[in-house]
Every structure is written in C-alpha cells, then in structure tokens.
C-alpha cells in the first residue's frame, strides 16, 4: 500500500508569506504529526492530529497551525515566514489507537527554504 | 523534562564489521522506543521499536537492547553494508497520546 505522501517537496517562499504544506497518511492510519528538522537540530515535534482534533502541540509559536480533515489528510500552515522556518518538514502518521503504542511512518518531506 | 540523547555524534565502520548504536533516555516513564534510519534527502525511515515490557528484539541483521535500569538503548546491525550509511535516531514516547521525542541522532559512516 502507498506510503506517506507530502506535497510539495520543495518550495521556496518570501519572508512575511505564508505557507500550506500537505500530508496524505497510510490508508487506515488516523494519527498524523508533524516534524521541523532543521540542521543540528535533529526532529522537534510541532503537533498531532487524531480523528480531525489536535491531540498534542510542541513548542512552536502560533504562527505554525494545523488541521486535519475527515479522510486523515492533514495540512500545516506557517504565517508571516521567517528565515529560520527553513527546514524540512516532516509528517508522520500511525494508526494509533486509545493508549496503544504503534510505529509511525514518515514521508519524505517538504523542503521549505524562506529568502 | 523528558529528554532523548545520543553518546556518539558519528560513528565510522568497517564494511562488514558491526555496528553499535547508542541512545541514553532520561525519563523512566518511557514505554516505546523506535531507531529510525534517515538517508540523505528522504522522511526518517522505520528500522525497529521494542516496547518496555522487552530487553531485546531482533530484526533482519539488526537488534534493539533495551536496558531500563540505566535508560540505555542501542542498535545492533550485524556485518555492516555501504547502504547502512545514513544518520540513525532513536525516539521514545511515553505514555500512550503523547508524541515521539527524539534523539540528535548519530551518523554512521561505512568504510569500503
């Protein structure tokens, strides 16, 4: 079956724009988080959506929002850019039932580069 | 807080040596642990989790040890490949909705 599916893979914006990125998960698989990996920073965790609600959030500003819809697909959303939101972004998603631990997959990421 | 770390930064093999892959956790309420291996340019890709309940589990050519008196985990891969180049993190998780932490991670180099 498909893998995890990001799009785009790369895209290069503006400081001050905005930014959507997309995840399509694995058939079946409820759970999607999303990951900033930037360069000796290894992957810090920005959020998680089970079943279309935010089950978990990370450090970041409010700047950086997510959604998820009916069909587990999810999109994040990055406000006002700046230089240092360059990084990949990673999604991640897993079946995830109630307090049940279960591998989760990732895709290949979105490769943001702000100028 | 939690924390997940990494003793060695790089590490440099042998081809067909084995490898050992270290990760120290810090908190003791971890129950999940996953070594994922992530290549030049793509997603971090799925190598092997252990659960708490476990010390050992094996895979193909790779084995996690689990170690929860001293919060230890390692990585195991048996006779080291060219294609086993890649930087590989360890994540844990603790409790059941809460997210995967994850280590620096350590770049594993294969001398031909």
């Known amino acids: 079956k498909a893998g995890v599916t990001q799009t785009p893979r790369y895209l290069i914006k503006t400081r001050g724009q905005q930014v959507t990125l997309s995840c399509s998960p694995i058939?079946?698989?409820?759970?999607v988080s999303w990951y900033q990996q930037t360069p000796g920073q290894g992957l810090q965790f920005l959020f998680e959506?089970?079943?279309?609600?935010?089950?978990n959030k990370g450090n970041f500003p409010g700047r950086f929002s997510g959604r998820q819809f009916s069909n587990s697909r999810s999109e994040m959303n990055v406000s006002t850019l700046e230089l240092g939101d360059s990084a990949l972004y990673l999604c991640?998603?897993?079946?995830?039932?109630?307090?049940?631990?279960?591998?989760?997959?990732f895709g290949q990421g979105t490769r943001l580069t702000v100028v | 807080g939690e924390s997940v770390g990494l003793h060695l930064p790089t590490l440099s093999v042998q081809e067909g040596d084995n490898s050992i892959i270290n990760c120290a956790y810090s908190?003791?309420?971890?129950?999940?642990f996953i070594w994922y291996k992530q290549e030049s340019g793509k997603g971090p890709q799925f190598i092997i989790d252990?659960?708490?309940?476990?010390d050992k589990r094996q895979g193909q050519r790779v084995t996690v040890l689990l170690n929860k008196t001293v919060k230890h985990l390692s990585l195991q891969i048996a006779a080291t490949q060219p294609g086993d180049s890649a930087v590989y993190f360890c994540a844990e998780k603790i409790a059941g909705n809460t997210p995967l932490v994850f280590g620096k991670g350590t770049r594993l180099s294969v001398i031909a």
């Open positions: 908190n003791s309420a971890s129950d999940y």
């Open positions: 959506y089970f079943s279309e609600t935010q089950r």
């Open positions: 252990i659960r708490s309940n476990m």
């Open positions: 058939s079946g698989h409820r759970s």
């Open positions: 991640a998603s897993s079946k995830e039932g109630t307090n049940v631990n279960t591998e989760a997959f």
